[in-house]
C-alpha cells in the first residue's frame, strides 16, 4: 500500500491525477458543493490523515516547525475551496430559479450598524488572532540550524515555503523563466484581471455557473500549478531535489535515473541523424518556431475558432489576445511538464551562448 | 427600540459585559507588563566590577600589589585595617609605582606621591587616591567592588564598607 | 429565530457572551505565556543544588561547633565581664579621654574643611598664574604674590592637621590601652566564633524564605534574582561564525553549579565536582574556568540552556543513552556542527591547544592513540598536519633481495600474519571485500607482479661477514641482555617482549625461515652497512656475540609458512588488470595494442609498478622509483570536523551513525563499506587491515578526533617558549631513535625498565634532570663515542649513527630540560682551603666511597661508576645535590645516603656540617679526576 | 442595577465626556456616533451591507491581514531591542532571544506571524476573486491588492535572512540567484553575454541585480545589513501606505462587495 501510494506520489502520475481531480470538482461542483459531501470526504480523510501521519519518516517531514504554516494552509483552501463551491451551488440553483443568488436576497441586503455588529466581530477575529497565533508561538519553536556557513550548502536547500511552487518550477525551465518572467507573468496577469474578465455577472456573489472561464482559469492555477507544486516542493523533495515518496526515508545517496535531451539533438541526431549546425539559430530553428508559433500563431488560429468569435465579440480583440497570451504561458508549466515526462525532454530552445534555455 | 432594550435581560447584559471586558483588560495588561518585561535582559555581558581579593589572613602589614594589574587596585593593611586603593593617579589618571623603600606610591607622570594611606603629600595630584568598596562574603572572601567609590576629602574613609578591620 | 432589532445582523446578547468567551480564553492563555516563560528547567537544576549547598554548610557549621572549645568560650565569656569591671573602674579616665578626643576630632574637621578650601585656592590660583605667564598679562606678579601666600597658609594648615591626625592616633591608642582587657578577649573570643558566624551567614543566603520567593517572582525576577543564567566569556577561544569569529559564551555552569568548586565530587550530576580539578577548571589549575570554559574540550553549543538535548550532550554508551532518554527524553541533536564528545573521548580536544608536541603530559589515552598512529605508520599514506618528521614505518626494500628469498616476500606481502603473529605490517588481500576468487586471481597476479618489480629494482648487496654457527643458547642469553628487547618483541622470550610491548622495530618471529645468514650477521654488526637510514643502532657485538645471536634467532622457524608455495602468476588476469590501467584514457583498441607492444617480462613489471602506486607501498618501505610520490590516503588533519555526511556508511547499518562510530569501525574493518556494492576491481577500497585489538583501535580514534579544524586564536594555544620548543625538538629526536625504549627521560617511557622491576639499578640508567648531571661536551663526546659509564651493566648504550645535528640537538634538549644553559669550566672547579683536603681524604676513607667506585682505586670490580672519569662527566652543582640525597633523584639507588636529613655520619670532620662535608668531597674528585676520555676499550683499571 | 448607576455616574463625569462624546452605543444616533467620531473605527461606513458582517461571505481574511502586520509590526520593533544585524552577532542574538530573553516567545510570534500573513493574504486574494468583487468599480484596488501580495512575500523574504543561521542564507541563496537569471539586468540571465562594449561589461557578477540585492557576489554581511533595512524600514513604509490606499478605495468603491 505505502509503495503504491510512493509510487503514485511521484508528479509524473500525480501531477495528471490532479489535473483530473480537478477536472472532475469543477464538471461536478453541484455534487461536491453540498454539506453530505463535506461530512462524507470528512469521514474518508480525517483517518486517512491519521494513517499518513502514523508512517514515522511522514511524520518527521510532517511536524517540521517550518511545515506547520502549509498544512494550516492546506486544511484552509481544502475547506474553504468546498466553502465556495457550496456556496457556488446554492446560488446557482437559485439564478436557476430565478430567485437571484443568497447575497441578493432583500434581508442581506439589509443595512446594519458597523457597530456593534462589524466592530464586535472584528475585535473577535482579532482577540482569536492573537490567541492562535500564542498557542502557536508556544508549541512550536521556530526553526535554527547550524550558522551561517558559505563554504558548506545543506542538502537539499529550499526557498520559504511560498517560494517552493517557483523553486518547483525550477526542475522544468530555466531560472529566467521559472524565477523571472514566469512570476512576473503571473503578477501581471493577476493584475489584469478585472480588465480582461469584462463579464458583468458573479459580481458580489459566490457563482460558477455564471463566469466558468474565469472560474475554471484560476482555480486551476491557484489549486493545481500553485497549491499543489507548493506541496510537491515541500513533502515529495528532498535532498538534491530528487523525489521522495511521503513514506521515503530521505536518504541522501539515493539516485533517480534522469537524463534529458534538446529538442534539436532529437532532431538533428534522432531524426535527420545528422551533426549539429554550427550556428546555433540554426541549430535551434525548429524550438524557435515552435515557441514563437505558440505565443504569436496559436491565439489568431484559437480567434479562428467557434468559442474564438464568440469570445472575441464578447470582450473585444485586444482583451482576447491578452488572456489567450497569457493563458498559453501558463499552461506551457504543465505542457512543459508532461514533454518532460513523456520525452524527456530537457530544452525546446536551449541556446546557452544567451543563456537563453526554454 | 427602547422596549428591545427592555427585551434584554439587563443583569445579565452587564454581568455578560463586564465578565467580557474585565478579562479583556487584564490579558491586555498582562501582555503589555510582558512587554515591560521584555525589556530588561536576563544576561548582559558587561564587563565585571566586581572581584573576590581572597581572604583577609592572606594579607600582611603594608601594601600588596597582586591586583594591580588585573584589576587595578592596591590591597593595603595599615593599623588593623584592610583597603582596597584605586591605582589611578587623581593628578592627571597615570598610574602610580609603589616604592616599598620610601614607603609611598610615586607617580611616574608629574611625580605626585601619596602616603601608603593614599593621601598625597607631594606632587601637583589634587587629592588623595580614591578607595573602593570592601565587604567579605559569607564564605569568608574579601569582596572588591569597583562600582562604589570612596573619597577622604568628602570624608567618606570613615565610612564602614570602604575598610575591613583585621 | 428570534427577530432582530433593525441595524442589527446578530443579537446583542449573543456577541455579548462570545466576546465574554473569547476574553476570558485570552486570559488564560496570557497566563499559559506568563507560565511558559517563567517555568525553565535550569532553575529547578539551581534550586536542587541550593540544597545541596545548605547540607554542605551545615555539615561544616557542625564541625566548626565541634570544634569550639565550649568550657574555654565560656570562661573568656566569663573573664569578659571581669574585664569590663576593670574598664569600668577605668570610667573616669576613658570618659576624659573622649572628650579630648571629639575635641581633636572637631579640631581636626575643622582644619580639614580650611585645608581643603585652601588646596583649591591654590589650585585655582596655579592655573590662573600659569594663564597670566602664557599671556604675559600685566598682573602677574600680583597673582603670583596671591599665589605665594596661598601655598604658606596651606602648608601651615597641613602642618597643623598632621599635628591633629597624630594626637588623634595618640589618644586613640591611649584609650585603647585603657580598655585592653575587654578588647583582647573581645578578640579571642571573635577569633574563636568568627568561622561559625560566618557559615551562619552562608547558611542562611541558602534558605527558600519569603524574599528569595519574592527575588525570582515571576514578572520582577529582573530586580535582583538569585536564580539567574551564569555564563563565561571567553576571549581566548572563540565560536565559528565563519564570516567572524565571536568570543565564545559558555553557559553550562548554570546548571553545574559546583563544578569548579571542591567539596562535591560524590553528588550526581550536574551537580558534581570536576573530576580532575587540579588540571581542569579549578581557580589555580592550568586551566581556569574562566579563561578555558568547557565546550572547548568537550564539545556542544554552550549557549544553550534551556533543554537538555539542544545543549548537545551525548551519552558515553547505550546504557546512557537509554538512560537519557528515560530521564530527559534525549534525542539526537539535529542541526548542531560540533555536538559534545562523548566522555571518553573528551582528551580529544587537547591537541586543539597543544600543538607540535610528541606527547601531552595528562592524555594518557590521547597519547596512546598517537603511540599506535606512528606505531602503524597512518601517517605514511594518510598526510596529518604535525606528523611529517615521523620516518617510514617500514624497512627499505632497495636491498631487498639480499635479505630474503622471493618466494618468502609473496607469502609474506599476502598475508604478513601467517608468518608472523605479531606482524606490524597490515593485510591487503583476503579481505571482506576482495576474497572472491574473481578477485583472488588478481589479488595474486599483482602481489607476483609487485615481487618481479622490486626484485628488478633491488640492488646488489654483499654481506661483509659470513655466519659461522655459533652458540644459540648463549644467543638467547646476549638477546635478553644487551638491549634487543628495548625494540624489538622476541619469540621465545614472549613474557618479557610482552611486559615491555617493544614496537620501535620489528617483533622477531621465526627469522630463522625469512633471512639470510649472511645478512643477518653483517646487519647485526653494523646495520647502517645495509641501510644507511636505519634506526637499528650498533650495540658494539664482538663476531663472536654477532654470530651467537644470529643462531639464536635463525633457530627461530616457522615451518608452516616454509611449506606454502606462492601460486604463479595468471598472464590472463595480469593482462587484464593492465588493460583496465592502460584503457583508463585510451579505448579498448588502443590500450590493447600497446599491450601487446609489451613483452611478457614488461607487462609484469608495469603492473608491478602499477601495484606498488595502487597499494602505497612505498609510503612506507623505500622503493626506487617513487621518490617525492604523494600518499595515497585522504588527509587526516581535519578529520574530527569532517561533516558526517561526507563519511560513507555503505550498507553498513548496525556501525553507529557518528564520527567516531566510523572511524572506529573504519578502522577495525577497513573494507567493510565495500560490502553489498558492485564496484570494479580497481576500485575496490584498498586501506589494509591491521587487526587491531578493539583497545588500539578506540583510542586511535580518539586521536584522530582530535583533528579539527577549529580555530583557536594564538592566545588561546599553549606557545612553547624558546627552551620548551627546544625540549620538544630534542623529544622529536629521542622518539625517532627509540631513546625513551631503554632510558626513562624524567619519568616518561623506558619501556626497557619492565624487564628489571625487580632491580632497576640492573636496567639502563633513568635520566632524572640528565642535563643537569652530566657535562654537554662530555655528553656530546658520549654519544659518539660510547663507552660503558656502569661496567656491571649487561646491558649496553648502543652506538647510533646520528647526525651531528641530531646529536646537538639531544644533547641541548637535556640541557634546556634540565636548565642548564652554562658550559662547566674545569679549570675553576678546585681551590682548596687550608686543611680541606685532608678532611676531604678522611670523609673518603670513613664513607669508603672506594669500595663501590673501586675501579681505578683497588681493582676490585666497580659496582658504581669510575670516580676517575667524574671529572669530565659530572656537574659539581649536581654531584653536590646528588651526595646530599641521592634517593630524591633516583629513588631505589645503591648509592647510600650519608647526610640523612643533614645530619653529618662524621661530626668530627669540618665541624660536621654537611655543606663543607660535600663541598670538600666534590672538590676531591674534581681534583683526582682525569682529564682524558675514555673511548670505548678503555681499560679503566689504573692504579692510584 | 448599582452596575448600572455606576457606570451612569461615570459616563457623568467631564473626564468620560470629554473622551467619548456620546452615550452608550445602543441607539441609532450613538451608534452612529462611536464610528464617526473615532479615528480608528471611522474607517469603517456607519452602516454596511449585511453581507459585510458574515464570515461566511468574507472570511475576514482581509481583516485579519491587516492585524497580523500590526501584530508583527510590534513584535518586529521589540525584536530590534536585541537584534544586531552583523554577521558577528547575529546568529548569537537569535540564541538569545530563544535562550535567555525575555518573553522568549516573541521570535516565535514573529515568524509563524509572517507565515501566517501570507497565508491569510493568498486566502483574502482567493475570496475576492471568488466573489468576483475585482469587477468593476473595484478593478484598481484589485490591482493595490495584487502588489500589496508581493511586498507581503518580499517583507516575508527580506525577513527569512535575518537569523543568519544555514537555512537563511541558503534559502535567500536560492532566490538571489533567481535574480542573477534576470533577462539582460542578471549576469546569468539571457542576452546577458549580448550586454558588453569591447572588453567593458555590462552585466557581470559584480554589476547585475543579484549584486545590487546582495550588495556582493555571494550573501554576506553587507546583503544581511541590506536585508535588514528592506524588512525594518523600506517595505513596512510602502505596505503601510498602500494598506491606506487599499482601505480607502474600499470605502470610496462602496464598501465590501455585494451583489448589484
Same mark, same amino acid.
Given at each position: ?358 | ?166 | ?200 551567614? /552562608? ?197 631487498? /633481495? ?300 580518539? /586521536? ?103 646529536? =646537538? ?12 644553559? /652554562? ?113 670505548? =676499550? ?7 | ?260
Amino acid at each position: 500500500m505505502r509503495e503504491l501510494i510512493n509510487w503514485i506520489a511521484d508528479p509524473i502520475r500525480s501531477f495528471p491525477i490532479a489535473c483530473v481531480l480537478f477536472f472532475l470538482m469543477m464538471k461536478y461542483y453541484r455534487i461536491i458543493g453540498t454539506k453530505k459531501f463535506l461530512y462524507a470526504s470528512l469521514v474518508v480523510v480525517v483517518p486517512v490523515t491519521i494513517w499518513f501521519a502514523a508512517d514515522p519518516n511522514f511524520f518527521t517531514i510532517l511536524i517540521l516547525p517550518d511545515n506547520i504554516p502549509i498544512i494550516i494552509l492546506l486544511v484552509l483552501v481544502a475547506f474553504l475551496t468546498w466553502l465556495t463551491i457550496y456556496k457556488a451551488a446554492v446560488n446557482d440553483a437559485r439564478i436557476e430559479k430565478g430567485l437571484g443568488p443568497l447575497e441578493g436576497t432583500p434581508e442581506n441586503r439589509e443595512k446594519v450598524w458597523s457597530w456593534p455588529n462589524l466592530v464586535y466581530t472584528e475585535l473577535f477575529m482579532i482577540i482569536a488572532a492573537t490567541s492562535f497565533l500564542i498557542v502557536w508561538a508556544i508549541l512550536f519553536k521556530a526553526p535554527l540550524e547550524e550558522p551561517a556557513n558559505p563554504t558548506w550548502a545543506p542538502n537539499p536547500a529550499k526557498a520559504p515555503w511560498y517560494f517552493l511552487g517557483l523553486q518547483e518550477m525550477l526542475v522544468y525551465f530555466d531560472p529566467w523563466m521559472a524565477g523571472v518572467v514566469l512570476p512576473g507573468v503571473v503578477v501581471v496577469g493577476l493584475i489584469a484581471i478585472p480588465y480582461i474578465d469584462t463579464n458583468p455577472k458573479g459580481n458580489g456573489y459566490f457563482t460558477i455557473a455564471e463566469r466558468p472561464v474565469a472560474m475554471w482559469g484560476f482555480l486551476f492555477g491557484w489549486l493545481v500549478l500553485w497549491i499543489y507544486l507548493i506541496i510537491v516542493g515541500t513533502f515529495l523533495r528532498g535532498p538534491n531535489w530528487t523525489f521522495y515518496g511521503p513514506f521515503e526515508y530521505w536518504d541522501f545517496h539515493k539516485v533517480v535515473a534522469d537524463y534529458n535531451v534538446n529538442l534539436s539533438e532529437f532532431m538533428w541526431i534522432k531524426w535527420f541523424n545528422t551533426a549539429m549546425p554550427a550556428n546555433m539559430f540554426v541549430r535551434e530553428i525548429l524550438g524557435i518556431i515552435i515557441s514563437l508559433g505558440y505565443i504569436l500563431v496559436l491565439p489568431p488560429l484559437s480567434g479562428a475558432t467557434k468559442y474564438g468569435k464568440m469570445m472575441i465579440e464578447k470582450v473585444g480583440t485586444i482583451r482576447y489576445y491578452i488572456f489567450i497570451v497569457l493563458l498559453l504561458l501558463m499552461m506551457s508549466l504543465p505542457i512543459k511538464m508532461v514533454l518532460r515526462w513523456l520525452f524527456s525532454l530537457k530544452y525546446i530552445v536551449a541556446l546557452p551562448e544567451l543563456e537563453l534555455n526554454l | 427600540m427602547s422596549e428591545a432594550r427592555q427585551s434584554l435581560n439587563r443583569r445579565e447584559f452587564f454581568s455578560y459585559l463586564t465578565v467580557a471586558w474585565v478579562a479583556f483588560g487584564a490579558a491586555c495588561a498582562g501582555m503589555l507588563s510582558l512587554a515591560f518585561r521584555f525589556s530588561y535582559p536576563n544576561v548582559n555581558f558587561e564587563p565585571e566590577m566586581e572581584f573576590l581579593a581572597g581572604t583577609p589572613d592572606m594579607y600582611e602589614e603594608g601594601v600588596d600589589e597582586r591586583y594591580k594589574n588585573g584589576m587595578g587596585v592596591w590591597m593595603v593593611k595599615q593599623e588593623g585595617k584592610l583597603f582596597a586603593l584605586s591605582n589611578i593617579c587623581t593628578h592627571l589618571g597615570c598610574i602610580p609605582n609603589w616604592l616599598p623603600a620610601e614607603l609611598k606610591f610615586k607617580c611616574p607622570c608629574h611625580g605626585s606621591g601619596y602616603y601608603t594611606s593614599g593621601i598625597n603629600f607631594e606632587g601637583p595630584a589634587p587629592r588623595p587616591l580614591e578607595r573602593y568598596k570592601i565587604a567579605l562574603t559569607p564564605e569568608g572572601k574579601i569582596k572588591v567592588d569597583k562600582t562604589k567609590v570612596y573619597r577622604w576629602e568628602k570624608g567618606q574613609w570613615d565610612n564602614p564598607s570602604s575598610f575591613l578591620s583585621v | 429565530m428570534k427577530k432582530l432589532e433593525p441595524g442589527m445582523a446578530y443579537d446583542t446578547n449573543k456577541l455579548n457572551k462570545l466576546f465574554a468567551f473569547l476574553s476570558v480564553l485570552f486570559l488564560m492563555i496570557t497566563v499559559w505565556v506568563f507560565l511558559d516563560d517563567y517555568i525553565r528547567p535550569w532553575k529547578a537544576v539551581q534550586l536542587e543544588a541550593m540544597k545541596i549547598k545548605k547540607e554542605m554548610i551545615q555539615k561544616k557549621l557542625d564541625e566548626a561547633e565541634k570544634e569550639i572549645n565550649k568550657d574555654k568560650l565560656s570562661s573568656l565569656k566569663g573573664g569578659l565581664t571581669d574585664a569590663e569591671k576593670i574598664v569600668s573602674s577605668r570610667k573616669k579616665e576613658i570618659s576624659k579621654l573622649e572628650v579630648e578626643i571629639t575635641q581633636n576630632q572637631k579640631l581636626l574637621k575643622a582644619e580639614t574643611i580650611l585645608n581643603g578650601t585652601l588646596n583649591s585656592y591654590v589650585g585655582g590660583l596655579t592655573f590662573k598664574y600659569e594663564q597670566a605667564q602664557l599671556k604675559n598679562k600685566s598682573n602677574k606678579a600680583v597673582v603670583f604674590a596671591d599665589l605665594k601666600k596661598n601655598k604658606k597658609l596651606f602648608a601651615e594648615s597641613k602642618d597643623r592637621m598632621k599635628g591633629y591626625s597624630f594626637r588623634a592616633k595618640e589618644l586613640f591608642a591611649k584609650k585603647q590601652g585603657l580598655q585592653k582587657e575587654v578588647l583582647d578577649t573581645d578578640k579571642k573570643i571573635k577569633a574563636m566564633t568568627i568561622k561559625t558566624e560566618l557559615l551562619g551567614k /552562608a547558611l542562611a543566603k541558602t534558605n527558600v524564605d519569603p524574599i528569595f520567593a519574592l527575588r525570582n517572582a515571576p514578572m520582577i525576577d529582573y530586580l535582583d534574582p538569585t536564580l539567574k543564567i551564569q555564563q563565561i566569556v571567553l576571549n581566548n577561544i572563540k565560536d565559528d561564525r565563519y564570516f567572524q569569529q565571536v568570543p565564545r559564551v559558555d553557559r553550562c555552569i548554570t546548571c553545574h553549579t559546583f563544578i569548579s568548586e571542591a567539596g562535591y565530587e560524590d553528588q550526581p550530576n550536574p551537580h558534581k565536582t570536576h573530576p580532575n580539578l587540579d588540571l581542569m577548571v579549578g581557580k589555580d589549575s592550568p586551566h581556569p574556568m574562566k579563561e578555558t570554559g568547557c565546550t572547548v574540550c568537550h564539545g556542544g553549543e554552550g549557549h544553550r540552556v534551556n533543554d537538555f538535548t539542544s545543549v548537545a550532550h551525548w551519552p558515553q554508551n547505550e546504557e546512557q543513552k537509554k538512560e537519557w532518554v528515560k530521564k530527559y527524553n534525549w534525542h539526537e541533536p539535529h542541526r548542531i556542527p560540533s555536538p559534545m564528545l562523548k566522555l571518553q573521548h573528551t582528551e580529544a580536544s587537547c591537541v586543539k591547544c597543544h600543538q607540535g608536541v610528541e606527547f601531552i603530559p595528562g592524555a594518557t589515552v590521547l597519547n596512546e592513540g598517537r603511540q599506535n598512529i606512528e606505531k602503524y605508520g597512518c601517517y605514511g599514506c594518510h598526510k596529518i598536519d604535525g606528523w611529517e618528521h615521523k620516518r617510514m614505518a617500514g624497512p627499505s626494500l632497495k636491498k631487498i /633481495a639480499s635479505k630474503v628469498d622471493k618466494e618468502f616476500f609473496k607469502n609474506w606481502v599476502w598475508d604478513p600474519k601467517s608468518f608472523n603473529p605479531h606482524a606490524m605490517m597490515p593485510r591487503f588481500f583476503g579481505q571482506s571485500n576482495n576474497s572472491e576468487p574473481k578477485h583472488m586471481v588478481k589479488n595474486i597476479a599483482e602481489v607476483n607482479a609487485i615481487a618481479e618489480f622490486i626484485w628488478e629494482k633491488s640492488k646488489a648487496y654483499k654481506p661483509f661477514m659470513k655466519y659461522t654457527g655459533g652458540d644459540s643458547t648463549r644467543g638467547k642469553e646476549l638477546t635478553g641482555q644487551v638491549g634487543c628487547l628495548g625494540c624489538h618483541g622476541v619469540q621465545g622470550m614472549e613474557e618479557v617482549s610482552e611486559k615491555i610491548g617493544a614496537y620501535a622495530g620489528p617483533y622477531l618471529y621465526g627469522t630463522g625461515s625469512k633471512v639470510d645468514p649472511d645478512w643477518l650477521v653483517s646487519w647485526l654488526k653494523k646495520p647502517n652497512h645495509y641501510q644507511e637510514d636505519t634506526i637499528m643502532p650498533s650495540l658494539r657485538l664482538t663476531d663472536r656475540e654477532a654470530n651467537d645471536i644470529a643462531s639464536y634467532l635463525l633457530s627461530l622457524k616457522n615451518k608452516k609458512f616454509e611449506g606454502y608455495k606462492f601460486e604463479p602468476m595468471d598472464e590472463k588476469s595480469r593482462d587484464q588488470i593492465l588493460m583496465a590501467y592502460l584503457s583508463a584514457f585510451d579505448t579498448e583498441k588502443v590500450a590493447g595494442a600497446k599491450l601487446a607492444k609489451m613483452s611478457d617480462r614488461e607487462r609484469t613489471l608495469e603492473l608491478g609498478y602499477r601495484s606498488v602506486g595502487k597499494y602505497g607501498c612505498y609510503s612506507c618501505h623505500n622503493i626506487d622509483g617513487f621518490e617525492g610520490r604523494g600518499p595515497i590516503g585522504p588527509e587526516l588533519t581535519k578529520e574530527g570536523s569532517k561533516p558526517l555526511t561526507q563519511f560513507g556508511f555503505g550498507l553498513q547499518k548496525q556501525v553507529e551513525h557518528t564520527r567516531d562510530g566510523w572511524i572506529k569501525a573504519h578502522l577495525l574493518d577497513p573494507r567493510r563499506w565495500d560490502i553489498g556494492i558492485d564496484k570494479p576491481f580497481q576500485d575496490l577500497t584498498r586501506m589494509p587491515n591491521f587487526y587491531l585489538t578493539d583497545r588500539e583501535a578506540e583510542t586511535m580514534t580518539l /586521536a584522530i578526533l582530535g583533528q579539527v579544524d577549529e580555530k583557536i586564536p594564538l592566545k588561546g594555544v599553549k606557545r612553547l617558549n624558546s627552551s620548551e620548543q627546544i625540549v620538544e625538538k630534542g623529544m622529536k629526536v629521542i622518539n625517532k631513535f627509540n631513546c625513551i625504549g631503554c632510558h626513562q627521560v624524567d619519568g616518561y617511557r623506558g619501556d626497557i625498565l619492565a624487564q628489571y622491576d625487580e632491580d632497576l639499578n640492573e636496567g639502563p640508567p633513568r635520566l632524572v634532570g640528565e642535563g643537569h648531571r652530566v657535562q654537554l661536551d662530555w655528553f656530546h663526546y658520549f654519544l659518539d663515542n660510547v663507552y660503558p659509564v656502569r661496567p656491571w651493566l649487561k646491558i649496553r648504550m648502543p652506538s647510533y649513527n646520528l647526525t651531528d645535528e641530531e646529536r =646537538n640537538t639531544i644533547v641541548t634538549m637535556f640541557q634546556y630540560k634540565a636548565d642548564q644553559k /652554562a658550559l662547566v669550566d674545569r679549570s675553576k672547579i678546585v681551590d682548596w682551603k687550608p686543611g680541606e683536603k685532608d678532611a676531604a681524604w678522611k670523609l673518603w676513607d670513613e664513607m669508603a666511597c672506594a669500595s663501590c667506585h673501586s675501579a681505578g682505586f683497588n681493582n676490585d670490580d666497580p659496582q658504581a661508576p669510575n670516580l676517575y672519569f667524574a671529572r669530565r662527566r659530572l656537574r659539581p652543582s649536581w654531584v653536590k645535590k646528588w651526595l646530599l640525597d641521592p634517593q630524591a633523584i633516583l629513588p631505589g639507588t645503591l648509592m647510600p645516603n650519608f647526610w640523612t636529613d643533614g645530619e653529618s655520619t662524621s661530626p668530627d670532620i669540618l665541624g660536621g656540617d654537611p655543606d663543607r662535608q660535600i663541598d670538600a668531597l666534590t672538590k676531591l674528585m674534581y681534583d683526582f679526576g682525569t682529564e682524558k676520555l675514555p673511548t670505548e =676499550n678503555t681499560k679503566y683499571w689504573s692504579k692510584q | 442595577m448599582a452596575a448600572n448607576g455606576l457606570a451612569d455616574k461615570v459616563r457623568a463625569t467631564q473626564v468620560w465626556k470629554s473622551i467619548f462624546r456620546h452615550g452608550p452605543p445602543d441607539n441609532a444616533r450613538n451608534r452612529a456616533a462611536v464610528v464617526a467620531g473615532n479615528v480608528f473605527l471611522h474607517l469603517h461606513p456607519i452602516k454596511l451591507k449585511k453581507s459585510g458582517v458574515q464570515l461566511g461571505y468574507t472570511w475576514c481574511m482581509g481583516g485579519l491581514t491587516f492585524f497580523i502586520f500590526l501584530a508583527l509590526t510590534v513584535s518586529g520593533v521589540l525584536l530590534m531591542f536585541y537584534y544586531r544585524p552583523t554577521a558577528e552577532y547575529a546568529f548569537n542574538d537569535i540564541i538569545a532571544l530563544r535562550e535567555h530573553v525575555p518573553l522568549g516567545i516573541m521570535r516565535e510570534i514573529h515568524r509563524w506571524g509572517a507565515h501566517a500573513m501570507v497565508i491569510t493574504t493568498w486566502l483574502h486574494m482567493f475570496r475576492v476573486f471568488m466573489t468576483g468583487s475585482y469587477k468593476p468599480p473595484r478593478e484598481f484596488n484589485w490591482g493595490v491588492g495584487v502588489i500589496l501580495l508581493v511586498l507581503t512575500l518580499l517583507l516575508s523574504f527580506t525577513g527569512y535572512l535575518l537569523p543568519w543561521d544555514q537555512l537563511a542564507i541558503w534559502a535567500i541563496t536560492v532566490g538571489a540567484n533567481m535574480a542573477k537569471a534576470t533577462p539582460f539586468l542578471g549576469h546569468g540571465g539571457p542576452g546577458a553575454s549580448l550586454a558588453q562594449i569591447g572588453d567593458f561589461v555590462l552585466v557581470s557578477d559584480k554589476n547585475d541585480v543579484r549584486f545590487q540585492l546582495l550588495a556582493g557576489r555571494f550573501v554576506g554581511e553587507p546583503a544581511l545589513l541590506r536585508f535588514y533595512i528592506l524588512h525594518c524600514v523600506f517595505i513596512p513604509l510602502v505596505v503601510g501606505t498602500l494598506i491606506a490606499v487599499h482601505f480607502w478605495r474600499v470605502r470610496k468603491d462602496g464598501g465590501i462587495s455585494a451583489p448589484l
